[in-house]
């Protein structure tokens, strides 16, 4: 029934930024949050950043913490993920993900088709 649509991937140059985008297609009040995982080829997929849909409640891995934001618009059911200075190691498919509760961790029950971001060194 939920279905989570990336958009905005791409290929940049180190320093560089890009500013992911993720469609919810549901019912906005049964989803506590949002985010954003990824992974890197020969790497399991990790926790990059999530917001709850509602109150102020997010939460980043400290890889990305300072250079990565995640933000979201209510209005258009989409959270964004905005990447400044990414450097080679960023590279990575990057997926949407949402839960329908919260917990002390963020644990994803529906996930995107993800979408590939690329950094040039």
């Known amino acids: 029934q939920v279905q989570l649509v990336e958009s905005g991937g791409g290929s940049v140059q180190a320093g560089g930024s890009l500013r992911l985008s993720c469609t919810v297609s549901t019912r906005s009040f049964s989803i506590y949050g949002l985010g954003w995982f990824r992974q890197a080829p020969g790497k399991e997929r990790e926790f990059v950043a999530g917001?709850?849909?509602?109150?102020?409640?997010?939460a980043s891995s400290d890889s990305v913490k300072g250079r990565f934001t995640i933000s979201r618009d209510n209005a258009k059911n989409t959270v964004y993920l905005q990447m400044n200075s990414l450097k080679s190691e960023d590279t990575a498919v990057y997926y949407c993900a949402a839960e329908r509760h919260g917990g002390p961790k963020f644990t994803p029950e529906y996930w995107g088709q993800g979408t590939q971001v690329t950094v040039s060194s």
């Open positions: 917001i709850s849909w509602v109150g102020d409640r997010a």
